[in-house]
């Protein structure tokens, strides 16, 4: 009861501009964000850049004195996101465009209603969603790809891609995750990859995120995101060790041998941590890529027992 809990948002480009404290007896509410704290500025502005009323959803926009001069070397992302103050009588004074929708509640508080834009957060990142859909789309089988940023059973954002495939083998999740871990930073590979014949579309012949959003992802079982084989017991003492550790960190039960770390949930940050307990357990020295491109109990165990066994020639050599 005496804990208390601070909300505070803000950006890169103009620091901290809003804080709100959410009391013990009060219900928390994720999307509460806050109201503008003392020098800064947040402004609720409509497309027309009109000032939005309690009740109403515009988009965010920031001031004062924290406010950057601009992107190094970006004049074009400057002049998109930096824009001369519609309220300000002093010359070259400027708001910053955010991107961030939120609506004002009647106490000025408020409310994060989500993005103008396909940028979400993965990992305290800032991630293109379109970045990704174009590194998939790239890769050889791949006709078409649409990636969505989805909350997974724990509350962790996860990163889902629907992709158009010629590529009908089970292991095309595999080959797409291989590929993608040497282009892009960890946190922007997708965990799961589900396999469609087609995208939903609008009545305007645009592809429906929301439907694809809302869509199930367990077809991606079938497709091979996983292992074909049927989930099986852990067969020896390291894939016991191995498929505990999984349930451990991934808060789930049953985990078969054959199941996908990044399917079940998994994600870079959570394979450093499981990585270091295997080798922590084990004695040995795998590193992180291991998990990423051998992401099943059986493949990882099959590694481990390979470098248990090299660890054993080498003390008895010595």
């Known amino acids: 009861p005496q804990t208390a809990f601070v909300v505070t948002y803000g950006t890169s480009e103009a620091g ?45 926009y920031l001031g004062g004195p924290r406010l950057a001069s601009g ?5 074009a992302w400057t002049a998109e996101r930096f824009l001369p103050h519609p309220y300000s009588a002093v010359p070259g004074d400027r708001l910053f465009r955010s991107g961030d929708l939120a ?3 009647p106490d000025g508080e408020f409310l994060f209603k989500g993005r103008t834009d396909q940028q979400v957060k993965i990992l305290g ?17 791949i006709r078409d790809a649409m990636v969505i940023a989805r ?23 595999r080959k797409l995750r291989d590929r993608l871990t040497e282009q892009l930073p960890l946190f922007m590979v997708p965990q799961v990859f589900v396999r469609l014949d087609s995208f939903p579309l609008t009545v305007n012949g645009k592809v429906d995120r929301l439907a694809l959003s809302e869509r199930s992802t367990d077809e991606n079982l079938a497709d091979g995101n996983t292992i074909s084989e049927s ?35 998994g994600h870079s940050l959570l394979a450093v941590d499981v990585i270091t307990e295997i080798n922590r357990l084990s004695g040995a020295n795998l590193g992180i890529v291991e998990v990423i491109r051998n ?4 493949k990882l165990a099959e590694l481990l027992r390979g470098a248990i066994h090299r660890s054993e020639e080498h003390t008895s050599e010595l």
């Open 16 to 60: 901290h501009n809003l804080s709100g404290d959410c009391r013990a007896n009060e219900q928390l509410d994720d999307s509460r964000i806050g109201r503008p704290i003392e020098e800064a500025e947040a402004h609720l502005l409509g497309p027309a850049f009109q000032r939005i009323s309690a009740g109403e959803v515009g988009e965010i």
């Open 71 to 75: 992107y190094l070397d970006r004049p």
């Open 103 to 105: 609506q004002l509640r």
């Open 125 to 141: 990142n800032r991630v293109e969603l379109s970045e990704i859909e174009a590194a998939v789309a790239a890769c050889p089988g």
């Open 151 to 173: 909350a997974n059973d724990r509350g962790d954002t996860q990163l889902v891609a629907y992709v158009l495939a010629d590529d009908k083998s089970g292991s095309l999740p």
């Open 231 to 265: 989930a099986d017991f852990p067969r020896d003492d390291v894939e016991t060790l191995i498929t505990s550790i999984f349930e451990r960190f991934l808060t789930v039960d049953n985990v078969g041998i054959y199941d996908d770390f990044f399917a079940l949930g």
């Open 295 to 298: 992401p099943t109990v059986a």
